[in-house]
T-cell receptor, first 115, second 111 residues
Framework: DTGVSQNPRHKITKRGQNVTFRCDPISEHNRLYWYRQTLGQGPEFLTYFQNEAQLEKSRLLSDRFSAERPKGSFSTLEIQRTEQGDSAMYLC?????????????FGPGTRLLVL | QKEVEQNSGPLSVPEGAIASLNCTYSDRGSQSFFWYRQYSGKSPELIMSIYSNGDKEDGRFTAQLNKASQYVSLLIRDSQPSDSATYLCAVTLSGTYKYIFGTGTRLKVLA
């Protein structure tokens, strides 16, 4: 499978615990995005990487959230001290712009439930 | 005003009819516009991208962009029950790398 992959697909945790999600983009894609989606809403932008550089981060993202893309390949999203409000689907997307145009390919997502 | 607005629906159309989905956006500097389809429990899948005013056709899908009116639409011809899904409009925010999504319109195609 050469698409975007995300692990784990499901995560149940207790409030206050830390969780980490992984995203493996399509291999030649240099751009990587993280989104959060709750029921009935569209994906909400969290952060953007170009290669290993984190170029943009949503102001909505609290200090409990951190993301890395250490070698410009896979990325991790960590949530510290989880809260029930963090329950959502976390989506990763990757892209490679061509002639100023890009297509984002989404992974299957990681569904997080905080009890 | 929300950055990207869509009617949440549901929009119900009979099989074989044309489904018309609409989206307005607030950022006049936006340059890239996208329509995604999302089935329940799945991740979004790109249907169409459009970057300049006018129409862009791909099979049964036509995207229409009017930057002056800050309006983008998606027409689905010969709608099929398999088209039943939530359709998300996304817009790039000028001066940023952000993609802003609407809340989506739920489409139901009745057999």
């Amino acid at each position: 499978d050469t698409g975007v992959s995300q692990n784990p697909r499901h995560k149940i945790t207790k409030r206050g615990q830390n969780v980490t999600f992984r995203c493996d983009p399509i291999s030649e894609h240099n751009r990587l995005y993280w989104y959060r989606q709750t029921l009935g809403q569209g994906p909400e932008f969290l952060t953007y990487f170009q290669n290993e550089a984190q170029l943009e981060k949503s102001r909505l993202l609290s200090d409990r959230f951190s993301a890395e893309r250490p070698k410009g390949s896979f990325s991790t999203l960590e949530i510290q001290r989880t809260e029930q409000g963090d329950s959502a689907m976390y989506l990763c997307a990757s892209s490679f712009p061509v002639a100023g145009q890009e297509t984002q390919y989404f992974g299957p997502g990681t569904r997080l439930l905080v009890l | 005003q929300k950055e990207v607005e869509q009617n949440s629906g549901p929009l119900s159309v009979p099989e074989g009819a044309i489904a018309s989905l609409n989206c307005t956006y607030s950022d006049r500097g936006s340059q890239s516009f996208f329509w995604y389809r999302q089935y329940s429990g799945k991740s979004p899948e790109l249907i169409m991208s459009i970057y300049s005013n006018g129409d862009k056709e791909d099979g049964r899908f036509t995207a229409q962009l009017n930057k002056a009116s800050q309006y983008v639409s998606l027409l689905i011809r010969d709608s099929q029950p398999s088209d039943s899904a939530t359709y998300l409009c996304a817009v790039t925010l000028s001066g940023t790398y952000k993609y802003i999504f609407g809340t989506g319109t739920r489409l139901k195609v009745l057999a």
